[in-house]
Structures are given as structure tokens and as C-alpha cells.
């Protein structure tokens, strides 16, 4: 898992730099003395100009090296502005039609028909709402959670039919959109809690629908790989990531496009935490363009039970 990172390396390069500088200054001024006094062959000599030189380089490698944390701070802090924009997006949204919902309920009559669908709404705002909720509470779990050794057996089957039948109810589409299948003799079972398995599927399902509305159609299919291992490829007919994007996808906070252009919701958390929790599980995650094209197909590895 990404660990929060601590300011005592930042902190202890800076103040490596400045030693390094300031007893470059000191050498300087040696070393004009020393060849002042006319003693450039001495060994005094050749000594500071060592010692000014290995410093010299330590300066330059701190500096690439301090280069390199501010890259990684500017884009972090973009990513971060990015997971506001989209939160606070995803706050307001269904917050301003529940309030418009019941404002109406509560000042005129409404017929049955009309308050049903008003009731169908507030739902899925309320749906929508505790889905927010829980990304933010999973990837708050999965930074702080360390991983744990342990034998803990999941059964891919009933978890995974679980999490497909969850999403179809919550976009309100067809089960029959979202196919299962099993290449191996059985439904195989991975090493892994449960719970985690669950939140991976979850996060890779409702993306592969999400990202391929309104015509969703979605193919899951589990096989036994090698070595011991489980796969889970959720494919989708989307329209696609970029090859470009595809080695950010996995980072805190990324989301492709712009906040204020984005029709489909979402913090840039569901990635992270399939990454992570994959991570933890001594698996491993891919992601491929679908062929036939357009769609991209998502492929999860884990230890096989």
C-alpha cells in the first residue's frame, strides 16, 4: 500500500544541503589561501579540492533529488484539488435534488405517481451518497490498515455474484448485462478476506458499468492461471483508456478529464484501492485495451486457495 509519506526525509536532505554548501564556502576560501601561499602542490592541497568536489556532486544529486519531490508534491497536490472538486461535486449533486424533492413533497399536494417517482429519486441520491461514503471510508481503512499474514480463504462465486447483482440494482440496469463465466473445472477460491475481495470486485465491477453507460455490457470471466494463482478479468465496452493514462489510473485522487467537464461520478479512489488491497493479497493487477475494441479489460491475480 502508498504510505503517507513523513517530512523527516525532506526535512534531513535539506539539511544535508545546506552542510554541504556551507562547507563548500569554507573550502573555497581554503583553498584561495592555500594557493595564495603558493602551496598548490601540497597535499593539504589536493585534499580540499577532493573534499570540494564529493561535496560538490552531493549538491547536485540533493538538488535532482529535491527536483524530484517537488514533481511528486505539485502533481499530488493537483490530484488532491481534483478529489475536492469531484467530493464536493458528488456532496452537492444529490444533496440539491433531495432538497428540491422534498421542498415539492412539502408544499402542494403531489398524486401517488408523481411522489413514487419522487421516492425512487431520493434513493438513488441516498444511494449515491452512501457509495461516496463508503470509497472514503475504504481508503481511509486501507492507508492506516497494515497487511496481515494470515490463511484466510474467499470463495470467488458467491462474492462475486454478490457485488453484480449490488451494481445492477444501484445503475438500474439488467442483471443479464453483467455475464459470469468460469473457465476453470470449479469456482475456485483465493487467499484473501473477504471483505477486501469484495471491496476489489465492487470498485471494478461498477466502473466497467459506470464508464459504459447507457448500454452497459459487461464480461467477467474467473480462470485458473498459473502457478497457483486465480485470475479475474472484468471486461467492459466502453469507450476506453488512453495507453498513456493507463500507468496513472492506480494513483490517489487520479480521474481522467477535467472535474468541470465530468459527467460520470467518482472520487479517484476506486483504482487505489483496487491496487492496494490487490497489493496486500501478494496479487496482482493489469489493464489492456479490449479486443475487439472500443473497452478495456481489468485482470486481477491472486493466490489461489
Known amino acids: 500500500m502508498e504510505p503517507r509519506r513523513s517530512l523527516g526525509w525532506p526535512i534531513l536532505l535539506g539539511v544535508v544541503l545546506i552542510g554541504s554548501i556551507i562547507a563548500l564556502g569554507v573550502g573555497w576560501v581554503l583553498l584561495s589561501i592555500a594557493a595564495a601561499l603558493g602551496s598548490k602542490n601540497s597535499a593539504f592541497y589536493y585534499a580540499l579540492l577532493g573534499v570540494g568536489v564529493a561535496l560538490l556532486a552531493l549538491v ?3 538538488v535532482i533529488v529535491y527536483l524530484a519531490l517537488t514533481v511528486k508534491a505539485i502533481a499530488l497536490s493537483q490530484r488532491q484539488s481534483n ?11 444529490p444533496l440539491a435534488s433531495l432538497k428540491l424533492s422534498l421542498q415539492t413533497l412539502a408544499r402542494r399536494p403531489v398524486p401517488a405517481e408523481q411522489q413514487a417517482g419522487f421516492h425512487r429519486i431520493m434513493l438513488q441520491d441516498i444511494e449515491r451518497l452512501d457509495t461516496l461514503i463508503d470509497h472514503l471510508l475504504d481508503a481511509a481503512k486501507t492507508l492506516q490498515r497494515k497487511p496481515r499474514a494470515g490463511r484466510e480463504v474467499a470463495a470467488v462465486e458467491p462474492v462475486l455474484r454478490q457485488v453484480c447483482a449490488a451494481v445492477a440494482q444501484r445503475h438500474g440496469i439488467e442483471p443479464e448485462r453483467i455475464g459470469l463465466s468460469c473457465a476453470a473445472p470449479a469456482w475456485p477460491s483465493v487467499l484473501a478476506r473477504e471483505t477486501d475481495l469484495e471491496i476489489v470486485l465492487r470498485n471494478l465491477v461498477d466502473n466497467a458499468v459506470k464508464y459504459s453507460l447507457p448500454d452497459p455490457r459487461v464480461d467477467i470471466e474467473v480462470a485458473a492461471g498459473p502457478r497457483g494463482r486465480v485470475t ?14 493507463r500507468p496513472h489510473i492506480f494513483r490517489r485522487f487520479v480521474r481522467l478529464g477535467s472535474e468541470l467537464e465530468r459527467s460520470t461520478p467518482g472520487t479517484g479512489l476506486g483504482l487505489f484501492l483496487v491496487k492496494s488491497l490487490v497489493r496486500a493479497m501478494r496479487g496482482k493487477v493489469s489493464v489492456r485495451g479490449r479486443l475487439p475494441p472500443p473497452g478495456t ?9
Open 60 to 62: 547536485l544529486v540533493g
Open 83 to 93: 478529489f475536492i472538486d469531484s467530493v464536493t461535486h458528488e456532496l452537492k449533486s
Open 232 to 245: 479475474i478479468a472484468v471486461a467492459d465496452n466502453g469507450a476506453g483508456i488512453p495507453v498513456s493514462q
Open 297 to 305: 479489460v481489468f485482470e486481477v491475480e491472486l493466490p489461489a486457495a
